[in-house]
């Protein structure tokens, strides 16, 4: 059960940091969309595709949002939250005890039949 809490803490805590720094080394900074980034890319496909500009409320003014602003507090309360129940899920899992092979050698001591 211990496993489980502190795998969700971890979990829940990974998930809220990861997002800020992934969508900085994506291009995404405070300052604006880094040149020959993946974020300037997309924005180079998205006004490609939107005949000069860059839609408002798109997927890559979103990101920019983010990584400009950080997300609001509701964003980060259901983000750690999903992350807490990956994290807990994951802590649940066991390792399968390892199975004796009748092949290996005996410990030392104990002779082979």
């Known amino acids: 059960m211990k496993k489980t809490v502190v795998s969700a803490v971890i979990g829940g805590a990974l998930a809220v940091a990861a997002v800020p720094a992934t969508l900085g080394a994506l291009g995404f900074t405070t300052s604006g969309i880094a040149a020959s980034s993946v974020a300037a890319k997309m924005m180079s496909a998205a006004a490609v595709a939107n005949g000069g500009g860059v839609t408002a409320g798109g997927l890559v003014a979103t990101l920019q949002s983010v990584g400009a602003a950080g997300l609001s507090t509701s964003s980060n309360v259901l983000l750690g ?11 649940r899992w066991k390792k399968k005890p390892e199975e004796e092979d009748p092949e290996e050698d005996p410990p030392s001591g104990e002779v082979k039949k």
């Open 81 to 91: 939250s999903a992350g807490s129940v990956v994290g807990a899920w994951l802590g």
